[in-house]
């Protein structure tokens, strides 16, 4: 491969338009959220919905690998949620070195006001995309960070 070759496959690859796509869908939620007067951040959205959606009372350590953030991004998201009283850590019984997160009622009742908002966002991203294609896309992406992750 030549010098060109090798700068048109690095200028021309999968991963800067999901860089470039993901840094504009978080940027639009954290307006959205703005826009209505939410204090919270895309990141503390994502926590929140694992939460509302999948298990509320994860431990720590699992909400860490299904939201992909490492323990030292997971405990300053956790402190900010505390701090919003959205969230409680609460000791494992089962574990005492480790903690479960709960949500607070304030964090349960949150999800009412941020779902119709996180999905105005995605129905705006996925606008004049047939099902197929967002289906053939995600299918595509799961292939790329099965082949890349840790």
């Known amino acids: 491969m030549t010098k060109t070759d090798i700068s048109a496959k690095l200028r021309i690859n999968i991963g800067h338009a ?16 703005m826009r209505a007067g939410l204090d919270i951040t ?10 509302w959606s999948e298990q509320d009372g994860s431990r720590q350590q699992e909400l860490a690998d299904k939201t992909g953030k490492d323990k030292a991004s997971l405990t300053k998201l956790l402190d900010n949620l505390e701090k919003r009283q959205l969230v409680k850590r ?3 019984e089962q574990d005492k070195r480790g903690k479960r997160i709960w949500l607070t009622s ?5 999800k009412e006001k941020v779902y119709p908002l996180a999905l105005s966002v995605v129905e705006m991203a996925e606008k004049g ?3 197929h294609d967002l289906q053939h ?10 082949n890349i992750r840790r």
Do not use: C
């Not at 895309?42 to 939460?51: G, K, Q, S, T, V």
């Not at 304030?106 to 949150?110: A, H, P, S, V």
């Open 137 to 146: 896309a995600q299918t595509v992406l799961e292939h790329i960070y099965n």
């Open 106 to 110: 304030t964090g349960k009742k949150l």
């Open 18 to 33: 999901v860089t470039k796509t993901n840094t504009a869908y978080r940027l639009r939620l954290l307006n959205v959220f």
């Open 42 to 51: 895309p990141d503390m959205y994502f926590i929140l919905r694992y939460l």
């Open 129 to 131: 995309i047939s099902k």
């Open 90 to 92: 609460v000791p494992d």
